[in-house]
């Protein structure tokens, strides 16, 4: 293997990653405004531990989505 061809391996892997990543904000975003419209509740406090919950929820969805590859 040559070097332009590690370099296009590892600038191939790099922009998988982005996009995972990318995707993960993207799934915390949606959560959370799925978990505040669908209780519409706002008390300050609950808001809090929504984003708590919404936040422990992403987490498990990105470890699993990211340790696959």
């Not at 419209?37 to 987490?59: D, G, H, K, M, R």
């Amino acid at each position: 293997m040559d070097l332009s061809e590690k370099l296009q391996q590892s600038m191939l892997v790099r922009e998988q990653r982005q996009q995972q990543i990318f995707g993960c904000i993207m799934y915390s975003i949606a959560i959370y405004f799925i978990g505040h419209y669908y209780f519409e509740i706002w008390n300050p406090s609950v808001i809090f531990s929504e984003f708590l919950i919404a936040t422990a929820i992403v987490i498990t969805i990105c470890v699993k989505k990211l340790s696959k590859k």
